[in-house]
């Protein structure tokens, strides 16, 4: 059991239900080292709680979930070799569908705070890592900023900043560009293309299918709760075999 050859993520017959509703029926998946995963779906398919699971923003209720080939506990702080939710939320960074910034907080403050508490660094350091990470992404002359002066595709590379800010191992995205007008869309998509192309491992729920083929490594279509089809980009994107993909798909031309 070495962490080089461990998947990164692996879920074996995750199962997750709110009350009487099974809203992920069983799903097994294996997130390799650098790979960029997409995960394409209809509305109420389970992509959400998916992703959410994979930080314990969610809790599954059944199955196997390990990280770098130690079992996940769902306590905060776990007895090794097992990894708490503490530290699984460090590692697993998320961007979500709208932002959630802190609005009384300044871009600089928003992407500190979290390297100040959960690790501990000093305000200069943090700080020095925040400017860098503001000007990866295009924003460095917005650090004194408030959120309700961004607009949503600044906010946006923001909530990427601060994401990073924790130096995570793994990036989930949750339709992050959904709920951005049109023309903010492509900025937004800019970072994560760099990020993928430096390397992040990455999870990515997204309805822009374009996108999607271009950046993933392997696309997941989820129906009802599990994995309906997965493989490449080209295979699930351009050549689906069942006629449910080819139908969802249909919608986006
Ligand atoms: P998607 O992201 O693919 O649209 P979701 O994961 O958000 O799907 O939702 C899947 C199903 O789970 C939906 O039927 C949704 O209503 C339900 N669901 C999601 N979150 C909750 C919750 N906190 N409580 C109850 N039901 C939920
Ligand atoms: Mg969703």
Redesign the pocket.
């Known amino acids: 059991m070495t962490a080089t050859t461990d998947p990164v993520i692996r879920l074996e017959g995750l199962r997750k239900s709110?009350?009487s509703?099974e809203?992920l029926k069983g799903i097994d998946l294996e997130l390799h080292r650098g790979e960029v995963l997409s995960v394409i779906?209809?509305?109420?398919?389970?992509?959400?709680?998916?992703i959410?699971c994979l930080n314990l923003m969610?809790e599954p209720t059944a199955g196997t979930f390990a990280f770098q080939g130690r079992p996940v506990s769902l306590k905060f702080r776990a007895k090794a070799p097992a990894i708490g939710a503490g530290e699984l939320r460090r590692r697993v960074g998320m961007v979500f569908q709208h932002f959630n910034l802190f609005p009384h907080l300044s871009v600089l403050e928003n992407i500190t705070k979290g390297p100040r508490i959960v690790l501990g660094e000093s305000r200069e350091d943090a700080e020095a890592h925040a400017m860098q990470l503001l000007s990866e992404v295009g924003l460095a002359d917005k650090a004194a900023a408030y959120p309700a002066h961004l607009s949503g595709g600044q906010k946006q590379r923001v909530a990427i900043a601060r994401a990073l800010a924790l130096r995570p191992e793994v990036m989930l995205f949750?339709?992050p560009t959904s709920a951005l007008d049109p023309e903010l869309v492509g900025e937004v998509l800019a970072v994560v293309r760099r990020l993928a192309q430096d390397g992040m491992t990455m999870v990515l729920?997204t309805h822009e299918m374009g996108f999607a083929a271009d950046v993933a490594s392997r696309v997941i279509f989820?129906e009802n709760?599990a994995i309906a089809e997965q493989g490449s980009p080209e295979e699930i994107l351009r050549a689906p075999k069942s006629e449910r993909l080819k139908g969802f798909l249909s919608r986006f031309h």
């Open positions: 709110f009350g509703l809203v779906g209809p509305s109420g398919s389970g992509k959400s709680t998916l959410r969610e949750d339709e729920v989820m709760g």
